[in-house]
Structures are given as structure tokens and as C-alpha cells.
């Protein structure tokens, strides 16, 4: 028997559910849509949605595309297009998303010496993911889907712990090692060939809603190599293209080509005492 507590609490959630602005896709949806897209890109494991053996490959799409029909449907209200122009925007785009993403992989295979190939990059790094997942959802964002972009980046965030925002802007060639810990935020420009360890931040100085339409992030240019947990911050800071930032700097401040930045600590090692 419900109870008039009980009751008070459903109404209000009634209540509460009529002043939202307006309906999401499911995370669950969101992220089931994102890995069945993966997979079919790169169909390596056994059990992704396109078996190449008991699929065409035509089916497979058409089934990828009455999924993100679904995902876009909720915000239909929100987009600047009607729903079917938006689908095929994103679907025309997905060529060179595809390109993109191999060229990642293929540089996480060239530069880290533990990769035994292509193969286990796609199916085993989570670096690989959260390029992946962030190359389709920059695509959306581009192509003026609100939200499910965010939706996205956030389903990969909770897997491989790596947070990248959708409307960064990234070079080719992108390289995340381990990743655990990596924030790269919204107004982030990264060049090309570029390389970042786990626990590194692209943030910004301060945090507030007066700043939202400014530039907040760094730039970093190409062929940086950021070592783990360096913090860079601030909208004007620009790293020089082919500089270092060692492991646990704090960088605000732009950092000419060619530089190497490095954190200097002192460890002191003694030897014990034997009474």
C-alpha cells in the first residue's frame, strides 16, 4: 500500500518532470550507439553488431542510422534543421571521421614500442576510444546536434576515465598513452602529431559562467609530447610546436618552440642506519 508520503513524493515528481525544457536520449542508448558505431568502423571483435560472415554490410548501416534516428529524435525540438537533413549531414561526414580515426590508431601503433598492432589498439586502449568516441562526437557538434555530443564524450569518460570535450578542436595523428586522468576542455586547440600521458590537464584558469563564450583552454601546436600529470592552463597560453612538457609541470604561461619544460623536485635517498 502506498503510503501519503509516498503519494506527496510521486506528485512532485510529476510535477518536477513538466519544468525540464526538454527530453534527453538515454545514456544507455547514447552509449550502445557510440560502441555498436565503433564496431562497425572497426569490426575485430567477434561480437560487435556487423558479423562480416552473416551481415551485409548495407544492413548494418541502415540499422546505424535508424538508431541515431532515435537518439535525435528527443531533441528533434532543439535542432536547427529538420531531423532527416541533420541525419544525413552527419552520415556524409562519417568518411572523413572514419580517416581520421585511423590515423590515430595507426599513431598509437607507431609510437608506443608495447602496441603488437593496429588490431589490439582498437580493441584493447582506452586512449583509442576516447579519440574515437571524440572524432564522432565533434562531427555532431559540427553538424549542430545539442547535448547527445556531450552524451557521447561522457559514455567514454566513464569508461576509460579519459574526458574529452566534444567541441575541442584536434589535430590528426593524436596519441593518448594509458589516459586515466586526461581532461582536455571545451576550448582546447591541439595540432598535429601531438602526444599526452595520463593525468595530464588542457584546463582553464578560472571557472565561470561570464567566461563560457571565450576562449578558456590552451593551445597546444604540433608535435608536443606532454608527459604524465602536467597541468596547462589558460585560454592565451600556447605551446611551441615540437616542445616537451615533463611530467607535473604547471604551465600558464606560452612556451616558445623547440622548449622543453620540465618540474624540478629534490629526492634525497639515505642510506639507514644498522644498530
Not at 114 to 124: D, K, L, P, Q, R
Not at 141 to 154: K, V
Request: contains cysteine.
Amino acid at each position: 500500500m502506498i503510503t501519503d508520503k509516498e503519494k506527496d513524493f510521486l506528485a512532485l515528481l510529476s510535477e518536477q518532470s513538466k519544468s525540464f525544457r526538454y527530453k534527453l536520449p538515454s545514456r544507455q542508448d547514447a552509449g550502445h550507439f557510440i560502441q555498436s558505431l565503433i564496431n562497425f568502423m572497426f569490426p575485430i571483435g567477434k561480437d560487435c553488431d556487423r558479423d562480416r560472415e552473416n551481415m551485409d554490410i548495407h544492413t548494418s548501416y541502415s540499422q546505424l542510422r535508424e538508431k541515431l534516428d532515435c537518439l535525435l529524435a528527443p531533441l528533434e525540438p532543439q535542432l536547427n534543421e529538420d531531423k532527416e537533413t541533420a541525419l544525413n549531414k552527419i552520415f556524409q561526414s562519417l568518411p572523413d571521421v572514419y580517416a581520421s580515426i585511423l590515423l590515430d590508431a595507426k599513431a598509437i601503433t607507431e609510437n608506443d614500442p608495447a602496441a603488437v598492432g593496429i588490431e589490439e589498439v582498437i580493441s584493447v586502449y582506452p586512449g583509442f576510444t576516447a579519440i574515437a568516441t571524440y572524432r564522432i562526437a565533434h562531427c555532431f557538434a559540427q553538424c549542430g546536434i545539442p547535448l547527445l555530443p556531450r552524451m557521447l564524450t561522457e559514455y567514454a569518460h566513464g569508461q576509460t576515465g579519459i574526458d574529452i570535450h566534444p567541441n575541442a578542436v584536434i589535430g590528426h595523428s593524436f596519441f593518448i598513452d594509458h589516459g586515466t586522468g586526461v581532461v582536455i576542455g571545451e576550448t582546447t586547440h591541439i595540432g598535429n602529431h601531438v602526444k599526452v600521458y595520463q593525468g595530464v590537464t588542457l584546463g582553464a584558469t578560472h571557472v565561470s559562467k561570464s567566461m563560457a563564450s571565450k576562449k578558456r583552454h590552451p593551445t597546444i601546436e604540433d608535435h608536443v609530447v606532454i608527459y604524465a600529470n602536467a597541468t596547462i592552463l589558460g585560454g592565451e597560453t600556447v605551446i611551441g610546436h615540437d616542445s616537451i612538457i615533463g611530467g607535473n609541470a604547471w604551465v600558464v604561461k606560452s612556451v616558445a618552440p623547440n622548449s622543453m619544460v620540465y618540474h624540478q623536485s629534490k629526492v634525497d635517498v639515505r642510506q639507514q642506519t644498522v644498530a
